[in-house]
T-cell receptor, first 110, second 113 residues
Framework: QKEVEQDPGPLSVPEGAIVSLNCTYS??????FMWYRQYSRKGPELLMY????GNKEDGRFTAQVDKSSKYISLFIRDSQPSDSATYLC??????????FGAGTTVTVRA | DTGVSQNPRHKITKRGQNVTFRCDPI?????LYWYRQTLGQGPEFLTY????????KSRLLSDRFSAERPKGSFSTLEIQRTEQGDSAMYLC???????????FGSGTQLSVL
């Protein structure tokens, strides 16, 4: 069993819809949680960073962490075609070595 | 700030050949990381430098792999006697010790024929 599980999708939604992404993990020592966006042939780009359980909002993006359930989520409101990418969850025990999920491919249809 | 730069962007080599990749981190970032990403998977941690010191190596990094960061600036990742299983995207990332954000380069795509 992988430390971090993420549904690979693909996920296809119409423009303006809410995109919901999630990951589960098995290592209870994880305390730093991140979401990255990766466009084709590019490196991952950090979207959200959270340290504790709860919600964090940044523009159209909301990240949720539930440590008791070992479950994290990312919501994208008012999705745009430019949001079409692969979204990777990542987490770490200390703040330097990340364990990534496999990524979910999202397509936002115009 | 020009971001993390990786060269070459693509490398095609024959099995058994040696290859070397270069990473130039964001200036003044003292932490530098190498990750490997295969198709349909997330990046996997390979190794980590703080300044010129290599502080951790993953078990994924066999003895055919070696990484250096002379003078704590750019870094190189060398793979000796390449195998087809080494085909992957090799990603470099850097960060400042006071900044939790990891900045990735665009990677070097290695294809071993």
């Amino acid at each position: 069993q992988k430390e971090v599980e993420q549904d690979p999708g693909p996920l296809s939604v119409p423009e303006g819809a809410i995109v919901s992404l999630n990951c589960t993990y098995s290592n209870s020592a994880f305390q730093y949680f991140m979401w990255y966006r990766q466009y084709s042939r590019k490196g991952p780009e950090l979207l959200m960073y959270t340290y504790s359980s709860g919600n964090k909002e940044d523009g159209r993006f909301t990240a949720q962490v539930d440590k008791s359930s070992k479950y994290i989520s990312l919501f994208i409101r008012d999705s745009q075609p430019s949001d079409s990418a692969t979204y990777l969850c990542a987490m770490s025990v200390d703040d330097y070595k990340l364990s990534f999920g496999a990524g979910t491919t999202v397509t936002v249809r115009a | 700030d020009t971001g993390v730069s990786q060269n070459p962007r693509h490398k095609i080599t024959k099995r058994g050949q040696n290859v070397t990749f270069r990473c130039d981190p964001i200036s003044e970032h003292n932490r530098l990381y190498w990750y490997r990403q295969t198709l349909g998977q997330g990046p996997e941690f390979l190794t980590y430098f703080q300044n010129e010191a290599q502080l951790e190596k993953s078990r994924l990094l066999s003895d055919r792999f070696s990484a250096e960061r002379p003078k704590g600036s750019f870094s190189t990742l060398e793979i000796q006697r390449t195998e087809q299983g080494d085909s992957a995207m090799y990603l470099c990332a850097s960060t400042d010790a006071t900044n939790e954000k990891l900045f990735f380069g665009s990677g070097t795509q290695l294809s071993v024929l």
